[in-house]
């Protein structure tokens, strides 16, 4: 992806029951994908361990004190994203044509304060972003609260991941 993300909008669109995941780019490149529930819930989980593997948050002595630092360090960041700026509808470019492509594959790295996301249709080309943890925490509350106005879930935990128990069999 040339440039660097300028802006992101993060929409749920009820007649296709999917997030629109839309990133504009500092070279006016515009990204477009479809991201369902089972994906956005995948998203969530990645971002949530980037944020969570900051040495800042990690190398406090007690719980209550790592959650401290990290209320701290999210509300500096939501206090400095521009939520209310339009998304700029007039790009240069559509790398990846005019259609929005349904998010399928999910690659990530964490280096250090940066996490190296890859969204990737089934087929053909995707989006490299590199996020650092003000851009992490913008982008989990738009995803958060376009989950909310589909009354999505997105907790990770193993008990809301995990398969239906099947029923015994009654002979």
């Known amino acids: 992806m040339p440039g660097t993300i300028s802006q992101m909008q993060v929409s749920y669109n009820p007649e296709e029951d999917r997030i629109l995941f839309r990133v504009n780019t500092t070279c006016k490149q515009v990204f477009n994908f479809w991201i369902t529930h089972r994906y956005a819930v995948l998203l969530a989980k990645v971002l949530k361990e980037h944020l969570e593997s900051d ?56 280096q250090g304060n940066k996490l190296y996301l890859g969204l990737e249709p089934k087929e053909g080309q995707g989006i490299n972003m590199v996020i650092n943890r003000d851009i992490n925490v913008s982008l989990t509350t738009l995803l958060q609260a376009a989950a909310n106005r589909a009354g999505w879930s997105l907790e990770t935990s193993a008990k809301a991941s995990a398969p239906p128990p099947v029923p015994p069999v009654v002979n």
Do not use: H, M, W
Not at 66 to 79: E, L, N, P, W, Y
């Open 55 to 110: 040495l800042d948050i990690v190398l406090q002595g007690s719980p209550e004190a790592r959650q401290a630092v990290k209320t701290f360090k999210q509300a500096k960041a939501i206090g400095s994203a521009d939520f209310d700026k339009a998304f700029d509808e007039d790009p240069n470019e559509l790398p990846l044509g005019p259609e929005t492509l349904l998010a399928f594959k999910l690659n990530y790295s964490i």
